[in-house]
């Protein structure tokens, strides 16, 4: 969902627990200690009793809900939409092909395949399979997922290279593993890593940077690697020669590369201090010290145009001795010959700032131009930059509609760009830009996966508790009975500055709103909807206002009329499981069904589990007093009640996510088992952090969420 840019991953880990006293309480015997918890066995992510549980209550769940006459229906329809082949072929151009990665119904993990730039733009392309990941986990005996392949184009051989990312059953972690495009085998001898949570980046055709687990000691208390190494063609891994090295108590730190307009490739490593601040190194292949760039701690390098490097800013900024200040979601430029010439800050130039309603997604550079995407009230819009006298002006590119658009593919070698756009009701459309010609017209568009015949979509405003206004959209069917009997779903996500925009979704229309179901979307803050200051206002211990926001659109929305708690349901994953978790406790009595997706419900052992500890700059430290105090009063696990009167809720999670630990998920739901509360559980053994490791599997897990949705929300 978030298309090209050089900003940290969301991929973050885990810390340790100190034993210091929290308001006058050891750790002993605070809420959520080891000694208080009687439920750490569940923590045990492949533990012979943990799994045990997990199969007991796998086998309950899906015996209730498939036996419903319900359920085969929606997973066949599910399955089908998942799978079909009447779905948009996202490529990227790689010299004389357009390469693509593809499921269906026969290529279960699924294939990678290529066909040429004058096929890809016909409606049935000529694909060649370049490789086939069913075939290579059959052979391997491995689950094998594709994560992705980083590419290095060698301008002087015309040769493309390519490190293949692998992961056993979805997780993190992956290999990586060298692939020749042109044999379309692996490279005998060619860079392999062993399974590790890693980053790498090409230098050239002999040469890559990489950060891995390289023993004892060179991990980050986050589990993450904070030593990036320079790796030569030929050599093992372990004589690779280290070009920084970060503290322990830093997240991560990663490797990227820019390339100049002369083709000179120059190294760097974004060291991250925390989730949301980073130090950007300027490395040196000399033997010399790292660079540290003279940015504030939360920016983000975007990109080179016109050897203009472009960094959006997430904080106010006065650089230092330049008399000029920059704002919180700005997007400034410098020329970066000439830091690379002095070390020094260059004079910075604002690019481009957004109004009240706006807000700066990313950058993206292409042959002769770049491209930026933005927010406006929460729709999607693709402008054009340019650079004249040292002057930046930007041009909006003409799109088919008000929704969700994003740009699938660019790149600083080719003048042709895909884009993509959709909305609620309109299924996925790809456009081709060309920036010589300024010309878009619609390569590929897709049929609809279900009927939107009467259904309409409004942005409605709802006020939280402090006044602002939090936008939702709403999509039903025209002319529906405002008697509080409409099945409504309520979904969102308000966390990590990542903005929820109109999108179409086949499953949901076909599985919901074609069955006479109301679906909202709400922006509510910890998103980035409105830029950076909408997320921050969410953070920490000024959490509650996301809480509240959500609140206010569930109240919003009922008062309307449309729906009433009784026909109201609430979906949401990983942070949005949170989300789901605090709206559990804080209004039971506004739910009629809860989906808990891959859920954080344990706010006071979240950082010792996984992915958590990087997250305290989002939800704050359980070491830190004063947040320690705020999460105890909204972490679901410790707030549940056994005399509540709750709504029956569903929590689905995965044994090989390795982001979200499994063991949240089970420990709420066995306080709803020991309290002798109804609930559902369906636990993955496979899937990583999306609980399906492939389409069979996402079908299967949607039909089961549906049919709840259905059993508790369309009674009388």
Same mark, same amino acid.
């Given at each position: 969902?978030?298309?090209?840019?050089?900003?940290?991953?969301?991929?973050?880990?885990?810390?340790?627990?100190?034993?210091?006293?929290?308001?006058?309480?050891?750790?002993?015997?605070?809420?959520?200690?080891?000694?208080?918890?009687?439920?750490?066995?569940?923590?045990?992510?492949?533990?012979?009793?943990?799994?045990?549980?997990?199969?007991?209550?796998?086998?309950?769940?899906?015996?209730?809900?498939?036996?419903?006459?319900?359920?085969?229906?929606?997973?066949?329809?599910?399955?089908?939409?998942? #799978? !079909?082949? *009447?779905?948009?072929?996202?490529?990227?151009?790689?010299? /004389?092909? &357009?390469? %693509? @990665?593809? =499921?269906?119904? +026969?290529?279960?993990?699924?294939?990678?395949?290529? #066909? !040429?730039? *004058?096929?890809?733009?016909?409606?049935?392309?000529?694909? /060649?399979? &370049?490789? %086939? @990941?069913? =075939?290579?986990? +059959?052979?391997?005996?491995?689950?094998?997922?594709?994560?992705?392949?980083?590419?290095?184009?060698?301008?002087?051989?015309?040769?493309?290279?390519?490190?293949?990312?692998?992961?056993?059953?979805?997780?993190?972690?992956?290999?990586?593993?060298?692939?020749?495009?042109?044999?379309?085998?692996?490279?005998?001898?060619?860079?392999?890593?062993?399974?590790?949570?890693?980053?790498?980046?090409?230098?050239?055709?002999?040469?890559?940077?990489?950060?891995?687990?390289?023993?004892?000691?060179?991990?980050?208390?986050?589990?993450?690697?904070?030593?990036?190494?320079?790796?030569?063609?030929?050599?093992?891994?372990?004589?690779?020669?280290?070009?920084?090295?970060?503290?322990?108590?830093?997240?991560?730190?990663?490797?990227?590369?820019?390339?100049?307009?002369?083709?000179?490739?120059?190294?760097?490593?974004?060291?991250?201090?925390?989730?949301?601040?980073?130090?950007?190194?300027?490395?040196?292949?000399?033997?010399?010290?790292?660079?540290?760039?003279?940015?504030?701690?939360?920016?983000?390098?975007?990109?080179?145009?016109?050897?203009?490097?472009?960094?959006?800013?997430?904080?106010?900024?006065?650089?230092?001795?330049?008399?000029?200040?920059?704002?919180?979601?700005?997007?400034?430029?410098?020329?970066?010959?000439?830091?690379?010439?002095?070390?020094?800050?260059?004079?910075?130039?604002?690019?481009?700032?957004?109004?009240?309603?706006?807000?700066?997604?990313?950058?993206?550079?292409?042959?002769?131009?770049?491209?930026?995407?933005?927010?406006?009230?929460?729709?999607?819009?693709?402008?054009?930059?340019?650079?004249?006298?040292?002057?930046?002006?930007?041009?909006?590119?003409?799109?088919?509609?008000?929704?969700?658009?994003?740009?699938?593919?660019?790149?600083?070698?080719?003048?042709?760009?895909?884009?993509?756009?959709?909305?609620?009701?309109?299924?996925?459309?790809?456009?081709?830009?060309?920036?010589?010609?300024?010309?878009?017209?619609?390569?590929?568009?897709?049929?609809?996966?279900?009927?939107?015949?009467?259904?309409?979509?409004?942005?409605?405003?709802?006020?939280?508790?402090?006044?602002?206004?939090?936008?939702?959209?709403?999509?039903?069917?025209?002319?529906?009975?405002?008697?509080?009997?409409?099945?409504?779903?309520?979904?969102?996500?308000?966390?990590?500055?990542?903005?929820?925009?109109?999108?179409?979704?086949?499953?949901?229309?076909?599985?919901?709103?074609?069955?006479?179901?109301?679906?909202?979307?709400?922006?509510?803050?910890?998103?980035?909807?409105?830029?950076?200051?909408?997320?921050?206002?969410?953070?920490?211990?000024?959490?509650?206002?996301?809480?509240?926001?959500?609140?206010?659109?569930?109240?919003?929305?009922?008062?309307?009329?449309?729906?009433?708690?009784?026909?109201?349901?609430?979906?949401?994953?990983?942070?949005?499981?949170?989300?789901?978790?605090?709206?559990?406790?804080?209004?039971?009595?506004?739910?009629?069904?809860?989906?808990?997706?891959?859920?954080?419900?344990?706010?006071?052992?979240?950082?010792?589990?996984?992915?958590?500890?990087?997250?305290?700059?989002?939800?704050?430290?359980?070491?830190?007093?004063?947040?320690?105090?705020?999460?105890?009063?909204?972490?679901?696990?410790?707030?549940?009640?056994?005399?509540?009167?709750?709504?029956?809720?569903?929590?689905?999670?995965?044994?090989?996510?390795?982001?979200?630990?499994?063991?949240?998920?089970?420990?709420?739901?066995?306080?709803?088992?020991?309290?002798?509360?109804?609930?559902?559980?369906?636990?993955?053994?496979?899937?990583?952090?999306?609980?399906?490791?492939?389409?069979?599997?996402?079908?299967?897990?949607?039909?089961?969420?549906?049919?709840?949705?259905?059993?508790?929300?369309?009674?009388?």
């Amino acid at each position: 969902m978030i298309a090209p840019n050089i900003s940290k991953s969301p991929v973050l880990a885990l810390v340790l627990f100190s034993l210091f006293p929290f308001c006058a309480m050891s750790q002993e015997s605070s809420p959520g200690s080891p000694a208080d918890d009687p439920h750490l066995w569940l923590e045990e992510v492949e533990g012979e009793a943990a799994l045990e549980w997990v199969t007991t209550q796998n086998e309950q769940t899906l015996t209730e809900l498939q036996s419903d006459p319900r359920y085969s229906k929606y997973e066949e329809e599910a399955l089908e939409i998942l #799978t !079909s082949k *009447e779905r948009i072929p996202y490529g990227r151009i790689r010299g /004389e092909y &357009v390469y %693509n @990665f593809w =499921q269906d119904e +026969e290529n279960v993990r699924g294939l990678w395949r290529r #066909t !040429s730039r *004058e096929s890809y733009a016909t409606e049935d392309p000529e694909w /060649e399979t &370049v490789l %086939n @990941f069913d =075939q290579l986990a +059959e052979e391997e005996d491995k689950n094998w997922v594709f994560k992705g392949a980083r590419t290095f184009h060698d301008k002087k051989e015309d040769r493309y290279y390519t490190l293949v990312a692998l992961s056993d059953g979805g997780k993190d972690a992956v290999i990586r593993r060298e692939f020749d495009l042109e044999k379309q085998e692996f490279v005998e001898d060619g860079f392999v890593t062993p399974e590790a949570k890693q980053s790498s980046a090409w230098v050239d055709s002999d040469t890559i940077l990489i950060g891995t687990d390289w023993g004892e000691g060179s991990l980050t208390e986050s589990g993450y690697a904070r030593i990036l190494k320079r790796w030569k063609r030929g050599t093992p891994l372990e004589e690779a020669k280290t070009v920084i090295e970060v503290d322990p108590e830093d997240v991560s730190v990663w490797p990227f590369t820019l390339e100049m307009e002369d083709g000179r490739i120059i190294e760097h490593a974004e060291e991250a201090d925390t989730f949301f601040t980073s130090t950007y190194w300027l490395l040196k292949n000399d033997g010399s010290d790292p660079v540290a760039y003279p940015l504030p701690p939360k920016a983000s390098l975007n990109g080179l145009y016109e050897d203009q490097l472009l960094i959006s800013l997430k904080q106010d900024w006065k650089p230092e001795g330049q008399g000029v200040d920059f704002q919180n979601g700005d997007l400034v430029a410098f020329d970066f010959e000439a830091f690379l010439d002095s070390g020094e800050l260059p004079e910075v130039q604002l690019v481009f700032r957004p109004d009240e309603t706006q807000a700066v997604n990313y950058v993206t550079v292409a042959k002769g131009t770049a491209l930026l995407s933005i927010n406006e009230n929460v729709v999607g819009k693709i402008l054009r930059l340019e650079r004249e006298g040292g002057n930046w002006t930007t041009k909006a590119i003409e799109l088919p509609g008000s929704g969700q658009t994003g740009i699938a593919f660019a790149d600083e070698e080719e003048t042709i760009v895909f884009l993509n756009y959709e909305d609620f009701l309109t299924p996925d459309s790809l456009l081709e830009y060309d920036t010589v010609s300024g010309e878009i017209k619609t390569l590929k568009s897709l049929p609809p996966k279900f009927d939107a015949e009467g259904l309409v979509v409004q942005q409605q405003f709802a006020t939280s508790q402090d006044g602002t206004r939090v936008p939702y959209f709403v999509v039903h069917r025209e002319g529906v009975e405002l008697n509080g009997k409409t099945p409504t779903l309520l979904y969102s996500y308000g966390g990590f500055q990542v903005s929820m925009r109109p999108g179409y979704r086949g499953t949901t229309g076909k599985l919901w709103l074609e069955e006479g179901g109301a679906y909202i979307l709400a922006n509510i803050r910890g998103g980035g909807e409105f830029g950076p200051a909408w997320h921050q206002a969410g953070l920490k211990t000024n959490r509650q206002r996301i809480y509240d926001d959500f609140i206010a659109v569930a109240e919003d929305v009922i008062d309307s009329g449309l729906t009433s708690p009784k026909h109201l349901g609430i979906m949401g994953g990983s942070n949005g499981g949170l989300l789901m978790g605090v709206m559990l406790n804080q209004r039971p009595d506004l739910w009629n069904a809860v989906v808990v997706q891959v859920p954080l419900l344990d706010m006071l052992r979240y950082h010792l589990l996984l992915a958590g500890a990087s997250w305290v700059d989002e939800y704050g430290s359980p070491e830190v007093p004063e947040e320690r105090a705020f999460l105890e009063k909204i972490s679901p696990y410790h707030n549940f009640d056994p005399e509540k009167k709750y709504p029956v809720p569903f929590f689905v999670t995965s044994t090989k996510d390795d982001r979200v630990h499994p063991g949240h998920a089970r420990k709420m739901a066995i306080l709803f088992e020991e309290a002798n509360l109804p609930f559902y559980y369906y636990e993955n053994i496979d899937g990583g952090h999306s609980a399906a490791a492939n389409q069979n599997e996402r079908a299967k897990r949607t039909a089961l969420e549906y049919v709840y949705l259905a059993r508790q929300l369309k009674g009388e």
